[in-house]
C-alpha cells in the first residue's frame, strides 16, 4: 500500500497522511489503552473520513466511487482501533449511501496474560474491557464480524514470529471466499460439464448476519477456518500428465474446521455455515479424481442447520476448503469469557476508586 493511502489518527490534528512531515510525532503511540478517547477524537473529526474517501474514489465527474463491500480490520484489545473502527465503518455506509457492505475482521487479544499492569504493559482485564468496549461499537456499523483470535498463538514456541503466517492463513482465506474464481479470472463455460454453483459476496454476508430481511439484522460472530491440499505430485511437477492425486473430501472440510480461528467455538454450536471448494477444473467435473461437494455439504449441514457451498476454479495444482461458521454473540464462550473478565475489571476499578 502506498503512503498516499495510510493515515493515522491523532488527538489534535485529526486525520494524518503517512510523509506528511512531522507524522510520526503526531500519531505515535496512538491513544494507548483508552478507546473512549480515540471515539471521541474520532467523531470531532469525522467528516474527514468522508473527504479522504471522496478523494480516493470518486469518479471523473465527481460521484461516488463504487465500492460494493470493505473489510474493516481492527485489534480489541487496545485503545485506537476499538474506538475509530466503528467511524470507519460508518464513514463507508454514509459514502457509499448504504450500498456496501461492511465486514468487520477483529482480532482478540490474548486475555490469560499477566493480569499486572504497569507503564509497559496492558493488563489482560483492560485489554478485556476494551474488547467488549470495541465490539459493542462495532456491532452498530457492520454487517458481520470475523473474530482472529492470538490467544491461538499465545503458548507456542515464538509465537511472535507466527503472526505474519497467521496474517496470510486468514487474508487466503477471505481472497477464496470473496473473489473465487474471479481472482485467475476464470470462465467456468469454457469447459464441457462444468457448471459449478457460485457463492458471491451477498451469500457470505447472508451467512454472516442474522434476521436480514426483517427490522432487526443483527452481525454474527464467524469464525474462520480453511484447509488446503496437493493435487499433484511432485513427479507430477516434472512430467506433465502424471502424478495427479485424488483429494480426500471428507477431510478437507474436516481440517479446515479444526484450523479454525477461534479454537474455543465449536462447530456444531454455529446456527450459519458456508463453504467454499477451490479445484482445478478436473477434479470438479466429475471426473474419477472429482471431489465429492456433497460429502462436504453434508459435513457442515450435520454442524449448523444453514448451509451454503459453493465451488470456484483455480489453475492451480491445489484444492482447497475455507469455511466460515456463525454464532450469535452470546453462544460464543470466548466473548463470554472475555465479558466476564471485563466485568471483574470493572469492578476492581470501582474498589480502587472507593478506597
Same mark, same amino acid.
Given at each position: 500500500?502506498?503512503?498516499?493511502? =495510510?493515515?493515522?489518527?491523532?488527538?489534535?490534528?485529526?486525520?494524518?497522511?503517512? /510523509?506528511?512531515?512531522?507524522? !510520526? @510525532?503526531? %500519531?505515535? *503511540?496512538?491513544?494507548?489503552?483508552?478507546?473512549?478517547?480515540?471515539?471521541?477524537?474520532?467523531?470531532?473529526?469525522?467528516?474527514?473520513?468522508?473527504?479522504?474517501?471522496?478523494?480516493?474514489?470518486?469518479?471523473?465527474?465527481?460521484?461516488?466511487?463504487?465500492?460494493?463491500?470493505?473489510?474493516?480490520?481492527?485489534?480489541?484489545?487496545?485503545?485506537?482501533?476499538?474506538?475509530?473502527?466503528?467511524?470507519?465503518?460508518?464513514?463507508?455506509?454514509?459514502?457509499?449511501?448504504?450500498?456496501?457492505?461492511?465486514?468487520?475482521?477483529?482480532?482478540?487479544?490474548?486475555?490469560?496474560?499477566?493480569?499486572?499492569?504497569?507503564?509497559? =504493559?496492558?493488563?489482560?482485564?483492560?485489554?478485556?474491557?476494551?474488547?467488549?468496549? /470495541?465490539?459493542?461499537?462495532? !456491532? @452498530?456499523? %457492520?454487517? *458481520?464480524?470475523?473474530?482472529?483470535?492470538?490467544?491461538?498463538?499465545?503458548?507456542?514456541?515464538?509465537?511472535?514470529?507466527?503472526?505474519?503466517?497467521?496474517?496470510?492463513?486468514?487474508?487466503?482465506?477471505?481472497?477464496?471466499?470473496?473473489?473465487?474464481?474471479?481472482?485467475?479470472?476464470?470462465?467456468?463455460?469454457?469447459?464441457?460439464?462444468?457448471?459449478?454453483?457460485?457463492?458471491?459476496?451477498?451469500?457470505?454476508?447472508?451467512?454472516?448476519?442474522?434476521?436480514?430481511?426483517?427490522?432487526?439484522?443483527?452481525?454474527?460472530?464467524?469464525?474462520?477456518?480453511?484447509?488446503?491440499?496437493?493435487?499433484?505430485?511432485?513427479?507430477?511437477?516434472?512430467?506433465?500428465?502424471?502424478?495427479?492425486?485424488?483429494?480426500?473430501?471428507?477431510?478437507?472440510?474436516?481440517?479446515?474446521?479444526?484450523?479454525?480461528?477461534?479454537?474455543?467455538?465449536?462447530?456444531?454450536?454455529?446456527?450459519?455455515?458456508?463453504?467454499?471448494?477451490?479445484?482445478?477444473?478436473?477434479?470438479?467435473?466429475?471426473?474419477?479424481?472429482g471431489i465429492e461437494t456433497?460429502?462436504?455439504?453434508?459435513?457442515?449441514?450435520?454442524?449448523?442447520?444453514?448451509?451454503?457451498?459453493?465451488?470456484?476454479?483455480?489453475r492451480r495444482n491445489l484444492?482447497?476448503?475455507?469455511?466460515?461458521?456463525?454464532?450469535?454473540?452470546?453462544?460464543?464462550?470466548?466473548?463470554?469469557?472475555?465479558?466476564?473478565?471485563?466485568?471483574?475489571?470493572?469492578?476492581?476499578?470501582?474498589?480502587?476508586?472507593?478506597?
Amino acid at each position: 500500500m502506498s503512503e498516499a493511502h =495510510q493515515y493515522g489518527i491523532a488527538e489534535r490534528h485529526g486525520l494524518v497522511e503517512r /510523509g506528511t512531515p512531522g507524522f !510520526e @510525532e503526531q %500519531v505515535t *503511540g496512538g491513544f494507548g489503552r483508552n478507546p473512549v478517547q480515540a471515539d471521541q477524537v474520532m467523531e470531532s473529526h469525522r467528516e474527514e473520513l468522508i473527504d479522504k474517501l471522496s478523494a480516493h474514489f470518486d469518479e471523473p465527474d465527481g460521484t461516488p466511487g463504487d465500492i460494493p463491500f470493505a473489510f474493516v480490520c481492527l485489534g480489541l484489545g487496545g485503545g485506537t482501533g476499538c474506538g475509530i473502527a466503528p467511524h470507519v465503518a460508518e464513514a463507508i455506509k454514509e459514502y457509499t449511501d448504504g450500498v456496501a457492505q461492511v465486514i468487520g475482521v477483529a482480532v482478540l487479544p490474548n486475555t490469560k496474560g499477566p493480569v499486572a499492569e504497569d507503564d509497559e =504493559q496492558i493488563s489482560a482485564g483492560r485489554q478485556a474491557w476494551n474488547t467488549v468496549y /470495541g465490539l459493542d461499537r462495532l !456491532e @452498530e456499523t %457492520v454487517d *458481520g464480524i470475523i473474530l482472529v483470535d492470538n490467544q491461538r498463538l499465545a503458548y507456542e514456541d515464538a509465537a511472535e514470529g507466527r503472526f505474519s503466517e497467521y496474517n496470510e492463513y486468514v487474508a487466503s482465506g477471505l481472497v477464496d471466499l470473496i473473489s473465487g474464481s474471479t481472482l485467475e479470472r476464470i470462465d467456468p463455460g469454457e469447459y464441457d460439464d462444468v457448471d459449478p454453483p457460485v457463492v458471491d459476496l451477498q451469500d457470505v454476508v447472508t451467512s454472516l448476519s442474522f434476521d436480514t430481511r426483517g427490522t432487526n439484522a443483527r452481525p454474527g460472530y464467524a469464525t474462520l477456518g480453511r484447509s488446503v491440499t496437493l493435487t499433484k505430485s511432485l513427479l507430477g511437477y516434472l512430467l506433465p500428465f502424471v502424478g495427479s492425486q485424488s483429494v480426500d473430501s471428507s477431510a478437507l472440510p474436516r481440517l479446515a474446521a479444526g484450523k479454525r480461528t477461534l479454537a474455543e467455538a465449536s462447530p456444531d454450536d454455529a446456527e450459519k455455515a458456508i463453504g467454499l471448494v477451490r479445484a482445478p477444473v478436473e477434479y470438479v467435473s466429475g471426473g474419477s479424481k472429482g471431489i465429492e461437494t456433497s460429502t462436504m455439504r453434508r459435513f457442515l449441514e450435520s454442524k449448523c442447520p444453514e448451509v451454503n457451498m459453493g465451488v470456484a476454479l483455480t489453475r492451480r495444482n491445489l484444492a482447497s476448503f475455507t469455511s466460515l461458521y456463525t454464532y450469535r454473540r452470546e453462544n460464543v464462550d470466548r466473548i463470554v469469557e472475555i465479558e466476564e473478565r471485563a466485568d471483574e475489571y470493572e469492578r476492581q476499578n470501582e474498589a480502587r476508586q472507593v478506597a
